[in-house]
């Protein structure tokens, strides 16, 4: 605690207690001014949580929330016994808020950025399924029907390897409502290829009529 006095005294010029000794512990001084990633991350999705403000305001803080947000809580000390609550804490509160910022950024074309933090997000952690079911809407809201089933197939086939486990019931919907968008689309193309052919075949007869 001593060293840890001196460093911080070498580092401010000026007498700020940054702890203090209470109940026979030392404590940390929440009146000495400092920034802490983790309060500022939850002070922003509070703020953007907040359905009487603005949508771009609501939409810049989900932004700056997601700059903050690098991964495991104390990447090193992550899976040790004390640290493990708050790594899954903060792990699950980012998944769900991005989840929220994609149903807000569609309404308003954020598509792109939508999938920019969900690949993000799934960097840092492959193997939560809401991150993929995220980006997967995402692709289809854009039409992105083959890269949507490619990536439907990339996350199925690695849960089934990696954890054993088979597609949650929405992942499977998903899959079922990209099947149903394919299906228009080739419908489409049929109807377009059909109606086609019926043209040529009318502008045949008219020539051989001239």
């Known amino acids: 605690m001593f060293r840890l006095r001196a460093i911080l005294k070498s580092e401010f010029s000026d007498d700020t207690q940054f702890f203090i000794f209470r109940h026979n512990s030392y404590v940390w001084n929440d009146s000495a001014p400092y920034w802490l990633d983790t309060e500022e991350f939850e002070q922003l999705l509070t703020k953007a949580k907040d359905k009487s403000a603005p949508d771009k305001l609501r939409l810049d803080y989900y932004r700056k929330a997601f700059e903050l947000y690098k991964g495991d809580y104390l990447k090193e000390s992550s899976y040790d016994s004390w640290a493990l609550p708050y790594t899954n804490f903060y792990k699950r509160l980012y998944s769900d808020t ?15 950025s939508i999938i920019d933090y969900c690949e993000k997000a799934i960097a840092m952690d492959v193997y939560e399924e809401s991150n993929h079911i995220t980006l997967i ?52 193309l049929e ?18 009529a001239v």
């Open 98 to 112: 991005l989840s929220e910022y994609a149903t807000l950024g569609e309404i308003h074309g954020e598509s792109k």
């Open 137 to 188: 809407k995402a692709l289809i809201n854009i039409g992105q029907f083959s890269q949507a089933t490619a990536h439907y197939n990339y996350i199925v086939a690695l849960l089934q390897k990696d954890l054993g486990v088979q597609p949650s019931e929405q992942l499977q919907a998903l899959n079922s409502q990209i099947k149903g968008k394919l299906g228009d689309t080739l419908y489409n």
């Open 191 to 208: 109807d377009i290829q059909k109606n086609y052919r019926k043209l040529m075949r009318k502008t045949k007869l008219l020539f051989i």
